[in-house]
Every structure is written in C-alpha cells, then in structure tokens.
C-alpha cells in the first residue's frame, strides 16, 4: 500500500494511524505483550516436556523459574506398616526425583533455580528442595549408595505428619 493510495482514501491512514497508537500504547503500559505466559522461562520449557510423561496422579507447574511437583501417592493394596511408611516415602521421593531428572531436557532443567517436591501421603507429607543443577546429576547416577549421599547433600527435607 503506497503513499497514493493513503492520499486517495484518507480514513485508512487515520485507521492505520490509531491502530499503530492504540498498540504502542499496550506495549508501554504492558497490559498484553508482558502476560506471564509470554515471558520464556527454562521452568516452562521442563513442564512442556514432563506433561507429556508424568502420572495421572501428578501434578507440575512453575513460579517464575522454579518448578513445583505435587505427587499424591497412591494408597497400595497392602497396608504399610507405620514404622516403614518413611523410609518407603523416602524412596518414592528418590525415584521421582529421578524421574523427573531423566525425563527433562537437561539443559532447561540445569537451568532451572529450584525444584521443589511434595510427597502427600494421608499419614505424612515430604517436603523435598533442591536446586536444578544439582537434580540433573540424578538422571546418570546407578548405584544406590552414589544416589543416597548426592541426596544427602543436596535435598533440603521437610516432613509434616498428620
């Protein structure tokens, strides 16, 4: 569209003009163009690939670049003894720590500021912390002893009985 044809039709270049107004002034004041979902995160681009991998029984999310896990954990058929219903939390916790290392892209997840893990039982709740370049590491490691201290060293634990 020339010059010609804004002359020749001058309520389109007055059209044209206020739209060009109308949207500078969203993007200063940040009403559409800064919404949260616009802004990429490293977070956004690890929950992207987890949905597609996770139980039905999880749920994941981000706070700016910090990503949430909530698992409620299954009641099994049999009972759990009391006295080793934290030690089998504590392993569940293990295993989807680390499947949530092995099915991230490792450079989102290293990127990452902090992963926070929620283990809700109806007898007791797991609290689990840990920054995302240290999670990664879980992805590779074998030996349940190498996995035991790396979580010793860098999982910060809650736990809220019921």
């Known amino acids: 569209m020339g010059l010609k044809t804004l002359m020749k039709n001058p309520i389109l270049g007055v059209g044209i003009l206020m739209m060009s107004i109308f949207l500078m002034g969203l993007y200063k004041d940040g009403k559409i163009f800064k919404r949260e979902n ?70 989102n997840l290293e990127r990452t500021d902090f992963v926070r893990l929620k283990l809700v039982h109806p007898l007791l709740t797991i609290n689990a912390l840990t920054e995302g370049r240290y999670l990664i590491k879980m992805a590779t490691l074998t030996d349940q002893r190498l996995i035991a201290e790396h979580l010793k060293v860098t999982v910060q634990v809650q736990e809220v009985s019921k």
């Open 38 to 107: 616009l802004i990429p995160t490293s977070c956004k681009a690890v929950t992207v690939k987890l949905e597609r991998r996770i139980p039905a029984n999880w749920s994941i999310g981000c706070e700016g670049n910090n990503l949430w896990v909530e698992v409620n954990y299954p009641s099994p058929e049999k009972k759990i003894k009391p006295e080793a219903l934290r030690s089998v939390l504590y392993r569940e916790m293990a295993n989807y720590l680390s499947l949530v290392a092995k099915n991230s892209p490792s450079d």
